[in-house]
């Protein structure tokens, strides 16, 4: 099971999100994900599922065996439908900008508060 919980941090890294916030977007409780990776130990068929639902770019092969592509390329963008249009989304792209937006928001929160002591 060294291959899979190996597999789980590449999906985590190449996210770029935290262990927890991977356990909280399939649903496992906290620590979890984390004493996998940590001890290269078995987890639940049903967290497996989870991750397969949550993630479907990966591949389920790879993601269980280590062999093929770890993206698959046909799913890099998910359509989204509006008024019958197809809006494709690039989660890496999004999450990046949602960075930079925290990153800027924090900057502002910091500015605020230093002209708010000087009145």
């Given amino acids: 099971m060294f291959i899979i919980s190996q597999n789980i ?3 985590i890294h190449n996210e770029q999100i935290s262990i ?3 356990e909280q977007s399939i649903g496992c409780s906290n620590g979890v994900i984390g ?3 940590l001890k ?4 639940s068929s049903v967290w497996l599922s989870k991750i397969i639902e949550a993630y479907p770019q990966y591949n389920a092969r790879w993601l269980l065996t280590g062999k093929g592509n770890m993206i698959l390329s046909s799913q890099n ?3 989204i439908k509006i008024e019958n249009l197809n809006i494709f989304i690039d989660k890496k792209e999004v999450l990046g900008d ?3 937006i925290e990153k800027e928001n924090g900057q502002l929160k910091l500015i605020i508060a230093i002209k708010w002591e000087q009145q």
């Fill in 77 to 79: 963008k998910e359509p």
């Fill in 35 to 37: 004493r996998c990776i």
């Fill in 20 to 22: 927890r916030m991977f």
């Fill in 98 to 100: 949602c960075k930079k």
């Fill in 9 to 11: 941090k590449k999906i």
């Fill in 40 to 43: 290269g130990t078995d987890i």
